[in-house]
């Protein structure tokens, strides 16, 4: 079992730059989680999948912020454009169902200068 | 989601045992009590979760009251591995698991 693996594990880029953080779940997972870390927030769900369709994506901060799962193995994260405040490690998470627990990856740590 | 209270951080001597409380006294009735870990620079990583009955798993015990309104993570022998933050949630599903403040674990030599 490889767990959740996350892609890249740093980023630096400067503002108004996209970035692309990638997430490839534990196979046979069906549920998705993005969360991002900040110290002033704590961990934040932005949005999760099931069975590669998006459920909730209220936590998503804005519009520059999209997630996509074009198949049950890959997610990503884009940030389009990227600005400072958006510095922070985001995780990926993936469960089984419903009652089983979250397996996180070990995050993408952005910064933007 | 139900409000929890946890210390912002305890101590523990190595090879000691360890309870980190946590109440939650709006906890719902079909809420299931979860406790997770963040060790530095990685991940959360999920450590053990129950509803009424105490539960044990190899890594930690979970002792909840009868009321439901608190619960004890316990850790019978604390490590240097065990420091980190633990989260504890009270929640109706894994996917609206929030994540608080937790309570940050020192352990001491």
């Known amino acids: 079992d490889a767990g959740v693996i996350q892609s890249p594990r740093h980023e630096v880029t400067e503002m108004g730059q996209e970035v692309t953080l990638r997430c490839k779940p534990i196979s046979g997972h069906d549920y998705l989680f993005w969360y991002r870390q900040t110290m002033m927030r704590g961990l934040e769900l932005l949005i999760y999948f099931n069975n590669n369709v998006p459920i909730d994506d209220s936590g998503m901060p804005e519009d520059r912020f999209s997630a996509k799962m074009p198949n049950a193995s890959f997610s990503t994260l884009k940030i389009q454009p ?5 510095s922070a490690v985001y995780f ?6 419903t009652n089983s627990p979250l397996h996180f990856g070990n995050g993408t740590r952005l910064t933007v200068t | 989601d139900a409000k929890t209270t946890q210390p912002n951080s305890m101590e523990s001597n190595e090879e000691e045992p360890v309870h980190l409380p946590c109440n ?3 906890i719902s009735g079909t809420d299931y009590i979860h406790w997770y870990r963040q ?14 009955s105490n539960v044990n798993n190899r890594m930690a015990s979970l002792a909840i009251a009868e009321d439901r309104k608190s619960s004890t993570l316990i850790l019978h022998r604390a490590t240097l591995r065990d420091a980190a933050v633990y989260y504890c949630i009270p929640s109706g599903g894994y996917q609206k698991v929030t994540f608080g403040t937790g309570t940050k674990l020192q352990v001491i030599p």
Do not use: K, W
Request: glycine share 8%; net charge negative.
């Open chain 2, 24 to 26: 939650h006294s709006t």
């Open chain 1, 92 to 97: 990926c998470a993936s469960s089984f169902s």
């Open chain 2, 39 to 52: 060790l530095p620079s990685q991940g959360p990583e999920y450590v053990i979760h129950g509803l009424t």
């Open chain 1, 82 to 86: 990227s600005e400072p405040r958006d």
